[in-house]
């Protein structure tokens, strides 16, 4: 095949010459991390850009959800999704918790409140929902169940940076929310994540824990881990900034193209938004219907051999890997919606460099002309 390989995504590079001032900087400075100025500036600059009062930065997304677990002392049983990144679940294994799988609610492909309350034991301390391919959560709902109980609510925010609700970010929803600054995300720092705080004080706590637990030169309150973002990623996040409006507009422009295009194929259903007032355009999932004359598989294959990859997110659901699988949520029978979603999405390539002449490409195999 001599087309150039496509892929779902690919991270949005800004000019390397725009890069160096930044690292001639950090050679001047000779702070390379723990808190240096590139990560204070792009703790405000996310604070402003994202309109949130704390934002604690990490060195990844996964460590950042271990540290927010941590940090509300959650233990026993947390109510979370099975379709999402298996770093959701880990998390929780991580922290010595125990994941309690319920359904999703399928048209917006996340946690389904109406099944929480079910699953509520006198062990459960928390949810973590997760704002799935940045479509916002039933927060209100979710938030009613959680006072209710008397349980926490941690968002796994991965996919939401930027996403708006009518009330502003989705962010500020739940005790804490978590994003990830991976590559892969709409806005990266090569590796990091963060955590948006209500507070000043627990943004003070939660800078102790990715600190090891040190609050002073000598004194450790708990047994933290090492989350710091170093200078060269918060550095680069601030240099990703300047382009996070064009990257986001770039990728409303495919989705907009995928949309008009796959518009009235037999069997192929566009996943719609739902809830936002302002979208990142973060994935773009189709769900590939009995009535299509591929199943997912075989469809996700020729693309494949048409050097296209577009990728099964999520398949297979977290609560089938083997450290999950014999956990009694984790059972077919409890996910009916999660597993049949798992079986049919497709995430076709969405990313701002893509080309018009490469969307025409994925296009056309899914309507049958290649
Ligand atoms: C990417 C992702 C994570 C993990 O983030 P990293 O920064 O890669 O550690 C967690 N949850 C979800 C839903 C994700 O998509």
């Not at 725009?18 to 590139?38: A, D, R």
């Not at 994202?50 to 509300?72: D, K, M, P």
């Not at 294959?301 to 890997?321: C, G, M, Q, T, V």
Request: aromatic share 10%; charged share 20%; net charge negative.
């Amino acid at each position: 095949m001599s087309d150039e390989p496509v892929y779902v995504t690919q991270p949005y590079l800004p000019p390397l010459e725009e890069f160096v001032p930044y690292l001639e900087q950090i050679w001047q400075s000779k702070v390379l991390t723990n808190g240096g100025p590139m990560h204070q500036q792009l703790e405000k600059e996310l604070c402003d850009y994202l309109g949130v009062e704390h934002i604690a930065l990490f060195n990844n997304g996964t460590i950042a959800l271990l540290t927010a677990l941590q940090s509300l002392r959650v233990t026993g049983e947390v109510i979370t999704t099975p379709y999402s990144f298996v770093a959701t679940g880990h998390s929780l294994l991580w922290n010595g918790i125990k994941p309690v799988f319920v359904d999703i609610d399928a048209k917006t492909l996340n946690l389904d409140p109406a099944k929480i309350e079910a699953a509520i034991t006198p062990q459960t301390t928390a949810i973590m929902p997760v704002h799935c391919y940045g479509h916002p959560c039933d927060v209100d709902a979710i938030k009613k169940i959680a006072d209710t109980y008397n349980i926490k609510i941690i968002y796994d925010a991965a996919h939401a940076f930027g996403v708006k609700d009518d009330g502003g970010s989705v962010l500020r929803h739940g005790d804490l929310s978590v994003v990830s600054f991976h590559a892969t995300k709409v806005f990266n720092t090569f590796e990091g994540g963060a955590i948006i705080c209500p507070d000043l004080k627990t943004k003070q706590q939660i800078n102790h824990l990715k600190n090891f637990g040190f609050v002073d030169e000598i004194t450790v309150v708990a047994p933290g881990i090492n989350g710091k973002m170093s200078e060269i990623n918060a550095s680069f996040g601030l240099l990703q900034l300047k382009y996070i409006d064009s990257i986001i507009a770039a990728r409303k422009a495919v989705d907009e193209f995928y949309r008009s295009e796959l518009k009235g194929i037999f069997g192929i259903k566009v996943v719609e938004e739902s809830g936002q007032t302002t979208a990142n355009y973060s994935y773009f999932p189709i769900l590939v219907e009995s009535g299509y004359p591929l199943s997912r598989d075989q469809l996700y294959l020729k693309l494949k051999d048409h050097n296209i990859f577009a990728r099964r997110y999520f398949f297979p659901l977290i609560s089938e890997f083997p450290m999950y699988r014999s956990m009694p949520s984790a059972k077919d029978a409890n996910l009916p919606v999660a597993k049949g979603i798992s079986l049919r999405v497709l995430c076709l390539p969405i990313y701002p460099n893509i080309t018009i002449s490469e969307l025409s490409r994925v296009v056309s195999i899914i309507k049958g002309e290649k």
